[in-house]
């Protein structure tokens, strides 16, 4: 029987650095990103995280982002700003995150509130229910499924980084957002090209519920908020 090959696209990590050695890394570059008051704690676990990340990366193709740095800034910090520029409402739904993302920084920063974390991919969801428990996260849900417009789950408010389109993820969470809820799709600085079908197709609903909020986060320093 021939052997499959490795994906081209694995990348593995090639930085092994101890507990202390990595928690002073990422507090250097939380320091020189605005969150150097981050409490050391709650760094801690993000630590801890970042380093059973880096152990299931060796033989799981979780993300591309493989250095200290780029996992501290793209990963962490780009989830920690989101309750910096906006009030998130519980329960929260994390939709398509992968092996964690935004909901395990979240989940760290908000240890007492209720998070359910949705995906697809086994292998994922088998990683996560591991740093649930190696992290011993309570109130947090992991649902084995890809999220899609036939699923029903009511939330409060519903996050995302997936890499679909606005109004495709809309379409998928359109049952689960309760009257008065929160979306929140996390996007790079071009995301407006997405805004216009966004509002063509949704803009009427929202509008009828008047208090729902759809935030496009962009860059690590600002959002734009669309109100509907």
């Known amino acids: 029987m021939q052997k499959s090959r490795p994906s081209r696209n694995h990348k593995k990590p090639q930085e092994d650095y101890s507990f202390a050695e990595a928690d002073d890394r990422v507090y250097d570059v939380f320091r020189n990103h605005e969150f150097g008051d981050y409490p050391h ?9 970042y380093m059973l990340l880096m152990q299931n990366q060796k033989s799981q193709n979780f993300t591309r982002l493989i250095t200290l740095r780029e996992v501290a800034i793209k990963h962490f910090i780009d989830c920690l700003m989101v309750p910096r520029l906006i009030k998130l409402e519980f329960p929260l739904l994390d939709m398509g995150t992968g092996p964690g993302f935004p909901g395990i920084p979240l989940k760290i920063h908000l240890p007492d509130d209720r998070m359910i974390l949705a995906e697809g991919v086994q292998k994922r969801v088998e990683f996560l229910k591991l740093v649930r428990d190696e992290l011993k996260l309570q109130n ?18 519903i996050i995302t980084r997936a890499v679909e389109s606005a109004e495709a993820s809309i379409a998928n969470v359109a049952q689960c957002l309760n009257v008065g809820g929160c979306l929140v799709l996390m996007k790079g600085p071009n995301c ?35 109100s509907f």
């Open 192 to 226: 407006q090209q997405e805004v216009a079908p966004a509002i063509e197709r949704w803009g009427g609903l929202f509008q009828n519920r008047k208090k729902h909020l759809l935030h496009f986060a962009q860059d690590l320093a600002r959002a734009n908020s669309f």
């Open 140 to 157: 947090l849900d992991i649902i084995g499924r890809y999220v899609n417009e036939d699923f029903v789950y009511p939330v409060q408010s």
């Open 41 to 49: 704690a709650q760094r801690h676990e993000l630590v801890k995280f």
